[in-house]
Structures are given as structure tokens and as C-alpha cells.
């Protein structure tokens, strides 16, 4: 997963995990992108699956379950 925070203070930010890269972000943006990173994971893991072996619809339904939305399409 990658996560690109798009507001800025000033400070540069990057978090890494197991399957995730987080980049750039106020310190409010980058903190609600790790806590989402970071229960997809939970997500994952107690359903006994790794991120690669989840389908789109399957992560799109974690995705959301963690409060993350859509992007909007055009």
C-alpha cells in the first residue's frame, strides 16, 4: 500500500511497514494514514490472509470497513 499525504507543515514524513510505505502529510494526515495502515493489517491478519492474497473487492471492503472512501472517479 502507499499513502501519500498531500498537506503539509513543513516537516518531511515516512513510515514503512511490512506492506505499506506512507509519504509527506501534516502530522495529523500522516497519523490518520498509519492508524488506517495499520488496522488494514489487524484486518488481514485475523482474517488469516496477507495482502497480496486478498482480491480488489475484498480490499475495498477492508479499505472502507477502516473509514477509508472511494476515490471519486474522473
Not at 4 to 17: E, F, I, M, N, Y
Not at 37 to 65: C, M, P, W, Y
Request: glycine share 12%.
Amino acid at each position: 500500500m502507499l499513502g501519500l499525504g498531500l498537506d503539509s507543515d513543513g516537516h518531511k514524513r515516512l513510515t514503512t511497514g511490512p506492506n505499506f510505505v506512507l509519504v509527506g502529510g501534516s502530522q495529523e494526515t500522516h497519523e490518520v494514514m498509519t492508524e488506517k495502515a495499520i488496522k488494514i493489517n489487524e484486518k488481514l491478519t485475523a482474517a488469516g490472509k496477507r495482502l497480496e492474497q486478498v482480491s480488489r473487492e475484498e480490499f475495498d471492503d477492508i479499505a472502507h470497513s477502516v473509514g477509508l472512501r472511494p476515490a471519486k472517479p474522473g
